[in-house]
């Protein structure tokens, strides 16, 4: 199989402003609202410098809110879409010109370029990765103009999305090429299992362990 983004493809980011009260809010408590954000900025800086490792004809942040020191130079940042997450993902397509588009969120920041990288000869017609929960964390399309039919309705958030959009896909007729599964950061429970596979160097593994040497 192939993922989309040997240089000819568009990455997207969509992902929320890391503040305080508004993001990663579900692992408060144990954490702060502030450590909750500090984290979120974290696993936002990790995927968008692995975005940007990665070779692509452009690189999209599709951001709600307002860009902060984590944006690295090398994105055109757009604002998200009203609506539903749903909504707001096959919008993000919607920012895109021909050719393959792959968009993924800010939740993983496990995520290194050999998962976006080309690894395979046959390029389907769109892309799947699914996440541990039961949810996605990457979804590409060869044309992204099918984003705008494949994409708003699918019930987001709950342990059944995943496969309710990868089965839209296959019942549109279009071949799926599946990425490995990934888990996202939504509770405490998750941090160390994600930060224990992230690659060297991860700010949020970092930030992970410098808030477990504190935590009380």
Excluded at 43 to 68: C, I, S, Y
Excluded at 102 to 124: E, N, S, W, Y
Aim: with cysteine.
């Amino acid at each position: 199989m192939s993922a989309p983004a040997g240089g000819a493809a568009t990455l997207l980011v969509i992902a929320k402003e890391p503040v305080p009260g508004r993001a990663k809010t579900r692992l408060t408590p144990p954490y702060t609202p502030h450590e909750a954000a500090t984290l979120a900025a974290a696993a936002l800086a990790d995927t968008l410098h692995t975005v940007l490792r990665t070779p692509a004809r452009r690189r999209v942040l599709v951001l709600d809110g307002a860009p902060g020191p984590w944006l690295p130079p090398g994105f055109d940042v757009v604002p998200q879409a009203p609506g539903g997450l749903d909504e707001r993902i096959a919008a993000a397509f919607a920012q895109c010109d021909d050719g393959p588009a792959l968009l993924v969120g800010m939740d993983t920041p496990q995520l290194t370029t050999a998962h976006l990288v080309d690894i395979g000869r046959d390029a389907p017609d769109a892309w799947f990765g699914p996440a541990a929960d039961g949810g996605f964390w990457a979804l590409g399309f060869a044309d992204p103009r099918h984003a705008a039919t494949l994409v708003p309705g699918v019930p987001m958030s709950t342990d059944r999305t995943g496969a309710t959009q990868r089965r839209r896909l296959t019942d549109a007729g279009l071949t799926v090429a599946d990425l490995p599964e990934l888990r996202d950061v939504d509770t405490a429970s998750d941090i160390a299992l994600v930060a224990d596979r992230c690659p060297p160097g991860s700010r949020f593994a970092a930030t992970a362990n410098a808030l477990a040497k504190v935590a009380r």
